[in-house]
């Protein structure tokens, strides 16, 4: 059984830096293409995709240059690092992940993705 945790949401003032962890436990990590989404309050039935890595780095035009997603094969952990935060950032960040690559696959359709997680809560403060 696959599983997903992230961990690291806060409450972070605009301009501030979060880093995010999602650490993947039940398969072989280095196997999956991995991706970070978010819900933003009031919108519940609207999952925003924001960054994927498999081989290469994917962003949303949204979090370019203000975000990165390495991924730590050794320790089963993608992460989100989020610099130069926005009150627009606020969110419930979720992980996911995906068996195999994204070459024919659009990294930003949720509906590719095989395992998420339970998401994180972060709040950015004006």
């Known amino acids: 059984q696959v599983e997903l945790l992230e961990s690291g949401g806060g409450l972070v003032q605009t301009g501030g830096s979060l880093r995010l962890s999602c650490t993947v436990s039940?398969?072989?990590?280095?196997?999956?293409?991995l991706a970070w989404f978010r819900q933003a309050p009031g919108k519940e039935r609207e999952r925003e995709y924001v960054?994927?890595?498999?081989?290469?780095?994917f962003y949303s035009d949204s979090v370019k240059g203000r975000f990165t997603i390495p991924r730590d094969n050794e320790r089963d952990t993608v992460y989100l690092q989020m610099n130069s935060l926005r009150p627009e950032d606020t969110a419930v960040y979720y992980c996911?992940?995906?068996?195999?690559?994204?070459?024919?696959?659009?990294?930003?359709?949720?509906?590719?993705?095989?395992?998420w997680g339970q998401g994180t809560q972060v709040i950015v403060s004006s």
């Open positions: 039940g398969g072989v990590f280095r196997r999956y293409s």
């Open positions: 996911a992940a995906k068996e195999g690559g994204l070459r024919y696959s659009v990294p930003s359709s949720d509906n590719i993705y095989d395992y």
């Open positions: 960054a994927a890595i498999s081989v290469s780095q």
